[in-house]
């Protein structure tokens, strides 16, 4: 299957210089999602063979409305994004999931397959007064996080439907790989221009907020 990736330029110099691609461990900023980094490396090595024993995974685009990634955008580009790789992969190689979904994993929030379980989702944080932050603060894993016995019973619930974020059954599509090889490589693209957002789709719009993944997840269930 097509994939594509945005790298730094020491990303296409290791990549050039090796002959394959993996996530430099020395810089994967983990410190705001270790709770869910541990999650998709768990469920990735439980589907994906990691043949090359790579410790972090390769973030990649599969599919975004009608293209393979996001289109580029007027703003400040992304750091980090100064090359755009497309390449090739068995898909049994590739860890899927859907974007909209990694939201609620990111937001420590819990993934309703319809409105009533959203509804009742709410009602049982409501009832032991659980707050966004606290949630948060737990997912990112803050030294003041919330840990009595009813949170935590609470955010074990939660967990359990970030499976729900395993599917090809959304119109946006991420995937994560274990090494991109030479071979497996398409095309190679240098970002010079600065005045556009490369391959996000969470960039800051005009009117100064990102656009909110959740709730467009909640307007698609019923």
């Known amino acids: 299957m097509k994939l594509v990736t945005f790298q730094s330029y020491d990303a296409l110099k290791s990549l050039i210089k090796n002959g394959y691609l993996e996530t430099d461990s020395s810089k994967a900023d983990l410190s705001k999602t270790d709770k869910v980094y541990d999650f998709i490396i768990r469920k990735m090595n439980e589907k994906v063979k990691n043949k090359s024993n790579a410790k972090y995974p390769l973030w990649c685009w599969a599919k975004c409305y009608n293209n393979i990634c996001p289109s580029k955008h007027k703003g400040k580009k992304v750091e980090g994004f100064d090359v755009k790789i497309t390449f090739n992969k068995d898909k049994k190689d590739v860890f899927i999931t859907d974007f909209r979904r990694y939201s609620f994993l990111l937001n420590n929030k819990p993934i309703p397959n319809n409105i009533k379980e959203k ?12 707050t966004d932050e606290e949630l948060l603060k737990y997912i990112r894993n803050s030294k003041d996080k919330r840990n009595d016995k009813e949170f935590l019973e609470v955010c074990n619930k939660i967990e359990k439907t970030f499976d729900r974020c395993i599917t090809e059954d959304s119109d946006i599509l991420q995937g994560c790989i274990w090494r991109i090889d030479l ?3 398409e095309k190679i693209e240098i970002l010079k221009d600065d005045n556009y957002t490369y391959g996000s789709l969470n960039y800051i719009r005009s009117d100064g907020k990102r656009f909110d993944w959740i709730k467009d997840y909640y ?3 019923k």
């Open 183 to 185: 071979k497996d490589i």
């Open 219 to 221: 307007k698609k269930i």
């Open 119 to 130: 509804e009742e989702f709410d009602k049982l944080l409501k009832k032991y007064n659980i």
